[in-house]
Nanobody, 127 residues
């Protein structure tokens, strides 16, 4: 079992930056694919970014590519999402997710791939 706790959300003006953190506990995430999703009011959960456990390969939604960066620090059992050039349409609750480990996928975007979820952190971007 993995417990995930997100932090770093808040209110920021358009064009600003935020860095989200996700701290994992329960077991190491070194063999775990980690991802960030978001959910805006009235919308479904949307893939944002993922980072693989082997090689640290990264994947991004087209809407955030070039603005967001996902990274991981296995020594700290944590994953991060650096968000730059924020837009009002980035406003959402952001969730950290992890799979059960030692898995490979052809597509990292489906929330069904992930077994563990954090409680979410609110990001609000004002215009």
């Amino acid at each position: 079992q993995v417990q995930l706790v997100e932090s770093g959300g808040g209110l920021v003006q358009a064009g600003g930056s935020l860095r989200l953190s996700c701290a994992a506990s329960g077991r190491t995430i070194s063999s775990t694919t980690m991802a960030w999703f978001r959910q805006a009011p009235g919308k479904g959960r949307e893939f944002v970014a993922a980072i693989t456990w082997r090689g640290g390969n990264t994947f991004y939604a087209d809407s955030v590519k070039g603005r967001f960066t996902i990274s991981r620090d296995n020594a700290k059992n944590s994953v991060y999402l650096q968000m730059n050039s924020l837009k009002p349409e980035d406003t959402a609750v952001y969730y950290c997710a992890a799979d059960k480990g030692n898995r490979y996928y052809s597509d990292y975007r489906s929330p069904l791939l992930y077994d563990y979820w954090g409680q979410g952190t609110q990001v609000t971007v004002s215009s």
